[in-house]
């Protein structure tokens, strides 16, 4: 499989704790994105790498969020101190520099 | 105003029919435009993009642009039961982040 790979694929956790999600994106794909889904809406932007460089971040990111993406490959997102409205899909994107987004099959995270 | 707006729908079509999809956009500034097909409890797949005014087709669907009119349509011919799943439109600036609409449903029935 050579499509954009997340991990893990549902996450239930205990409110106030962590979690992290891991993405991998297409090989040779430079950009990488995440976004986050809730019922009935459209994924919603949370920030971008092109290579190992945060480009943007949305104001939806807060302080308990953060992303990374060490060599410009894998990237990963924590959530610090969950709360009971992080409960979302999360989803990760990534693309050469022209080229559209395509989707791995995103992390739920249910918080109890 | 959102920024990306799309009717919820259902909108519901026989098989066979032609199945139009349309949204619309505020930022003027938008380069790029995306449907994306999403079946429930899936992640989006991308089915079409457009970049230019007009008309582009692949295979049974055709991707609609008005820039004037800030308008995106998809329009889906003879639509199948497997067609059923939510559309979302979104667009860019310069191919960076993706803006979404909330989706359109659409049901094809038998």
């Known amino acids: 499989d050579t499509g954009v790979s997340q991990n893990p694929r549902h996450k239930i956790t205990k409110r106030g704790q962590n979690v992290t999600f891991r993405c991998d994106p297409i090989?040779?794909?430079?950009?990488l994105y995440w976004y986050r889904q809730t019922l009935g809406q459209g994924p919603e932007f949370l920030t971008y790498?092109?290579?190992?460089?945060?480009?943007?971040k949305s104001r939806l990111l807060s302080d308990r969020f953060s992303a990374e993406r060490p060599k410009g490959s894998f990237s990963t997102l924590e959530i610090q101190r969950t709360e009971q409205g992080d409960s979302a899909m999360y989803l990760c994107?990534?693309?050469?520099?022209?080229?559209?987004?395509?989707f791995g099959d995103g992390t739920r995270l249910s918080i109890l | 105003q959102k920024e990306v707006e799309q009717n919820s729908g259902p909108l519901s079509v026989p098989e066979g029919a032609i199945a139009s999809l349309n949204c619309t956009y505020s930022?003027?500034?938008?380069?790029?435009f995306f449907w994306y097909r999403q079946y429930s409890g899936k992640s989006p797949e991308l089915i079409m993009f457009?970049?230019?005014?007009g008309d582009k087709e692949d295979g049974r669907f055709t991707a609609q642009l008005n820039k004037a009119s800030q308008y995106v349509s998809l329009l889906i011919r003879d639509s199948q039961p497997s067609d059923s799943a939510t559309y979302l439109c979104?667009?860019?600036?310069?191919?960076?982040?993706?803006?979404f609409g909330t989706g359109t449903r659409l049901l094809v029935s038998p």
């Open positions: 930022d003027r500034g938008s380069q790029s």
């Open positions: 979104a667009v860019t600036l310069a191919l960076q982040k993706l803006v």
């Open positions: 994107a990534s693309s050469l520099r022209n080229q559209p987004q395509h």
């Open positions: 090989s040779e794909h430079n950009r």
């Open positions: 790498f092109q290579n190992e460089a945060q480009l943007e």
């Open positions: 457009i970049y230019s005014n």
